[in-house]
């Protein structure tokens, strides 16, 4: 067998229908007293209803966040954190609520719990990035990496057909290039051929049934092992 290097990144996730009940025991468990909650502007319905979950133990929502984390919206959410004087951070959303709870983290250490709604798989990785003056700027760094995952596919039902479709090939792809990344191993290739057949498995049922919970299900999981495969094998001589 082939000599190889695998290093898995810490993280804990429940995953189910019905996961998001676990939500404020799993707050509990980060030791956590005033949840930040983050959303974009479109999803604070559901941010509120999180906060109406969490009871006490949240801190106040802030449904800002808007795609590629331009730098004065990560200032602003950094400053209202610190207003608030909260100790966790809930990400409910895709790659831009996740991406501002990144920014927070890294400014401030703080632990984040993330609730994901699309396939996006940025919850499971430790790579952040910021838009200033038109420009991205990307990096790694442990401390953005969640500490939780909640993944609950009733929160995916209302996703559009075609951005469930794109999403899901772009999870496919992180997938496929990691089965020949230069820092590939076996463990890592296991998952990524887990998580494209999880794809393969559920994108044809969405196209027949958008709302189908098991199709739902199986896009979740694969999105969840492409992410993962993406946090542990991608290049990092390619993030700058």
């Given at each position: 067998?082939?000599?190889?290097?695998?290093?898995?990144?810490?993280?804990?996730?429940?995953?189910?229908?019905?996961?998001?009940?676990?939500l404020p025991r799993e707050?509990?468990?980060?030791?956590?007293?005033?949840?930040?909650?983050?959303?974009?502007?479109?999803?604070?319905?559901?941010?509120?209803?999180?906060?109406?979950?969490?009871?006490?133990?949240?801190?106040?929502?802030?449904?800002?966040?808007v795609m590629h984390v331009?730098?004065?919206?990560?200032?602003?959410?950094?400053?209202?954190?610190?207003?608030?004087?909260?100790?966790?951070?809930?990400?409910?959303?895709?790659?831009?609520?996740?991406?501002?709870?990144?920014?927070?983290?890294?400014?401030?250490?703080?632990?984040?719990?993330?609730?994901?709604?699309?396939?996006?798989?940025?919850?499971?990785?430790?790579?952040?990035?910021?838009?200033?003056?038109?420009?991205?700027?990307?990096?790694?760094?442990?401390?953005?990496?969640?500490?939780?995952?909640?993944?609950?596919?009733?929160?995916?039902?209302?996703?559009?057909?075609?951005?469930?479709?794109?999403?899901?090939?772009?999870?496919?792809?992180?997938?496929?290039?990691?089965?020949?990344?230069?820092?590939?191993?076996?463990?890592?290739?296991?998952m990524a051929e887990e998580?494209?057949?999880?794809?393969?498995?559920?994108?044809?049922?969405?196209?027949?049934?958008?709302?189908?919970?098991?199709?739902?299900?199986?896009?979740?999981?694969?999105?969840?092992?492409?992410?993962?495969?993406?946090?542990?094998?991608?290049?990092?001589?390619?993030?700058?």
């Open positions: 067998m082939q000599s190889f290097i695998f290093e898995a990144l810490p993280g804990r996730v429940v995953f189910g229908a019905g996961a998001l009940d676990q707050i509990e468990k980060l030791g956590a007293q005033r949840a930040f909650v983050l959303s974009t502007p479109g999803q604070a319905e559901l941010a509120n209803k999180l906060c109406l979950q969490l009871g006490d133990r949240c801190a106040g929502v802030h449904a800002h966040a331009p730098v004065e919206v990560a200032r602003k959410a950094i400053a209202e954190a610190g207003r608030l004087g909260v100790d966790c951070v809930v990400a409910v959303g895709g790659g831009s609520t996740i991406g501002l709870a990144k920014a927070i983290a890294l400014q401030s250490a703080l632990p984040i719990l993330a609730v994901p709604t699309t396939y996006a798989g940025s919850e499971m990785t430790s790579i952040y990035g910021f838009t200033e003056a038109g420009l991205k700027r990307t990096g790694r760094d442990l401390r953005v990496l969640p500490k939780t995952v909640i993944y609950d596919p009733h929160l995916t039902l209302d996703l559009p057909l075609a951005i469930s479709i794109t999403s899901g090939f772009n999870a496919i792809a992180h997938a496929a290039e990691a089965l020949y990344a230069e820092n590939a191993n076996p463990v890592t290739s296991l998580g494209i057949r999880a794809f393969a498995q559920g994108l044809p049922g969405l196209k027949a049934n958008l709302h189908d919970l098991d199709s739902r299900s199986h896009c979740l999981y694969g999105a969840w092992l492409c992410g993962a495969v993406l946090g542990t094998s991608e290049d990092r001589k390619s993030v700058v």
